[in-house]
């Protein structure tokens, strides 16, 4: 057990849908950092926070939006879904924001878009 | 662009020889670089860092080098296990004040470990 919850494990909606996904980090761990798997995909990387701020960007498309909340917990937020959305959505977590620390990871949720 | 790239999909060894993953970076300003193993159905767990300080570092059976010049590093697993049969991820990030804190991700390799 990494000490990061996601929730739900798994989701199936139809297109055109939103859907909210949640996380909570590890005790302690002020960055999070969101991350989607596509089918025969490595992990891509969405988006990260540090204690409430938005830290770095990756590919993150406009229809997809996070936030860090005062309590550490973070929501990753997809509306308009496609079917190509459908993917693993992990979320980690580290104590710090910056490079040299290990992040640790959720066992992601499901998204099944149809 | 692919800022990490793992050019092996899979990889099968026999139990108790040598695995050795590879992986090969672009981006001159990645300082730390970590291997995450994944099993099927979980999220992946952290293996192995090192710092771009160093050129190995080493744990138990898990050995990672760093070749800065060649911008490579790779793991090796000696001696293998069945139980080590997963898919192996390589990311890299950069420290404070660097080009990214982020961690970049390679695409994976998939280790079969044969009993």
């Known amino acids: 057990d990494s000490g990061v919850t996601q929730t739900p494990k798994h989701l199936i909606t139809a297109t055109g849908q939103r859907v909210t996904l949640r996380c909570s980090p590890r005790s302690g761990d002020l960055s999070v950092y969101w991350y989607q798997q596509s089918l025969d995909q490595g992990l891509q990387f969405l988006i990260q926070?540090?204690?409430?701020?938005?830290?770095a960007k990756g590919n993150i498309l406009e229809r997809f939006s996070a936030q860090q909340f005062p309590d550490l917990h973070s929501e990753l937020n997809l509306s308009s879904l496609e079917l190509g959305d459908s993917a693993l959505y992990f979320c980690?977590?580290?104590?710090?924001?910056?490079?040299?620390?290990?992040?640790?990871f959720g066992q992601g949720t499901r998204l099944t878009v149809v | 662009d692919q800022q990490v790239k793992q050019n092996s999909p899979s990889l099968s060894v026999q139990e108790g020889r040598i695995s050795i993953l590879n992986c090969d970076y672009t981006n001159s300003m990645f300082d730390y670089f970590l291997w995450y193993k994944k099993y099927p159905a979980e999220g992946p767990t952290f293996l192995i860092s090192?710092?771009?300080?160093?050129d190995k570092n080493e744990d138990g059976r898990f050995t990672v080098f760093l070749n800065k010049s060649a911008k490579h590093l790779s793991l090796h697993i000696v001696p293998s296990q069945p139980g080590d049969s997963a898919v192996y991820f390589c990311a890299a990030s950069g420290s404070y004040g660097g080009a990214t804190n982020k961690l970049i991700f390679g695409t994976g390799t998939l280790l079969a470990v044969q009993p």
């Open positions: 980690a977590s580290s104590v710090e924001g910056y490079g040299d620390t290990e992040a640790f």
């Open positions: 926070y540090y204690n409430g701020e938005e830290r």
């Open positions: 090192i710092s771009s300080i160093k």
